[in-house]
């Protein structure tokens, strides 16, 4: 059975950084892409980042490019997002998903796990 549950939300101040982390079981990690998502209140569900377990093929949102970085931990089967520099507009819901194969993929629908998600709410 595959689960993925979300650690790590809270409330910051704009400018600051939380670490969001996503344990991952039940999974044959080297053949799957784990995701970051959110959304927002009102707002449709948008890609994060996504990192290919098996080659640590990194992508993200243009929103994130220099502020978040995705990573993997072999050892203890996590998906962090490190995030920085955070602005209220980061506000939302992030939800850990993931999905079969190395292709790494923006597309929510392609993602066929996901966890129950983390509140990250940022102050202004």
């Known amino acids: 059975q595959v689960q993925l549950v979300e650690s790590g939300g809270g409330l910051v101040q704009a400018g600051g950084s939380l670490r969001l982390s996503c344990a991952a079981s039940?999974?044959?990690?080297?053949?799957?892409?784990l995701g970051w998502f959110r959304q927002a209140p009102g707002k449709e569900r948008e890609f994060v980042a996504a990192i290919s377990w098996s080659d640590g093929r990194t992508l993200y949102a243009d929103s994130a490019k220099g502020r978040f970085t995705i990573s993997r931990d072999n050892s203890k089967n996590t998906v962090p997002l490190q995030m920085n520099s955070l602005k209220p507009e980061d506000t939302a819901v992030y939800y850990c998903?993931?999905?079969?194969?190395?292709?790494?993929?923006?597309?929510?629908?392609?993602?066929?796990?996901w966890g129950q998600g983390t509140q990250v709410t940022v102050s202004s």
């Open positions: 039940g999974l044959t990690f080297s053949t799957y892409t």
């Open positions: 998903a993931a999905k079969e194969g190395a292709v790494v993929s923006t597309r929510a629908l392609r993602y066929v796990y």
